[in-house]
T-cell receptor, first 113, second 111 residues
Framework: SQTIHQWPATLVQPVGSPLSLECTVEGTSNPNLYWYRQAAGRGLQLLFYSVGIGQISSEVPQNLSASRPQDRQFILSSKKLLLSDSGFYLC????????????FGEGSWLTVV | QKEVEQDPGPLSVPEGAIVSLNCTYSNSAFQYFMWYRQYSRKGPELLMY????GNKEDGRFTAQVDKSSKYISLFIRDSQPSDSATYLCAYLGGSARQLTFGSGTQLTVLP
């Protein structure tokens, strides 16, 4: 079976500090990978998606970046966090091109202070 | 106009009630629709997905798509306190086949 792991689960970071959130998927190969953000009381916003190693597409311009160094690894980063980066970050995956459902990890709560 | 509009709630019902959660969408080309359940501080969990028009039933849950009115619904029969969560409707589409979500409806089932 497939599982998705995301860490850290919770973090509190000062403004201007760097960020690295990591996500790995097990039990599948060549998945489509996604990073979503959910601000308090709001819906989910797609940030980045990747259809393969090194292939990253950004949906929303911001001070965040994403990388996919390995087939089943997806990393969300920032060099300098802003207060507005606070939120719930969710990694998700889908079976390659044919998959019709998307599965989410448990999420990472980020508070920028 | 948002692509997916969802009744924001919050919605509070007594245990055993039938719950109806609703969304409307704007693009008639949408075909795959999903319902996710999200407990507080957890990732969304896929409940059901449907393709095009019609009903799909899974236990106490029924998902319904009406393409003529661009309306999608989730019905929960015999609601339980454990059903208390935020329910998100979504469609699958776009260049990367990503999900576009409604804003979610917060449901509380009172014992």
């Amino acid at each position: 079976s497939q599982t998705i792991h995301q860490w850290p689960a919770t973090l509190v970071q000062p403004v201007g500090s760097p960020l690295s959130l990591e996500c790995t998927v097990e039990g599948t190969s060549n998945p489509n990978l996604y990073w979503y953000r959910q601000a308090a009381g709001r819906g989910l916003q797609l940030l980045f998606y990747s259809v393969g190693i090194g292939q990253i597409s950004s949906e929303v311009p911001q001070n965040l970046s994403a990388s996919r160094p390995q087939d089943r690894q997806f990393i969300l980063s920032s060099k300098k966090l802003l207060l507005s980066d606070s939120g719930f970050y969710l990694c998700a995956w889908r079976w390659g091109a044919a998959g019709n459902t998307i599965y989410f990890g448990e999420g990472s709560w980020l508070t920028v202070v | 106009q948002k692509e997916v509009e969802q009744d924001p709630g919050p919605l509070s019902v007594p245990e055993g009630a039938i719950v109806s959660l609703n969304c409307t969408y704007s693009n008639s080309a949408f075909q795959y629709f999903m319902w996710y359940r999200q407990y507080s501080r957890k990732g969304p969990e896929l409940l059901m997905y449907t393709y095009s028009s019609g009903n799909k039933e899974d236990g106490r849950f029924t998902a319904q798509v009406d393409k003529s009115s661009k309306y999608i619904s989730l019905f929960i029969r015999d609601s339980q306190p454990s059903d208390s969560a935020t329910y998100l409707c979504a469609y699958l589409g776009g260049s990367a086949r990503q999900l576009t979500f409604g804003s979610g409806t917060q449901l509380t089932v009172l014992p």
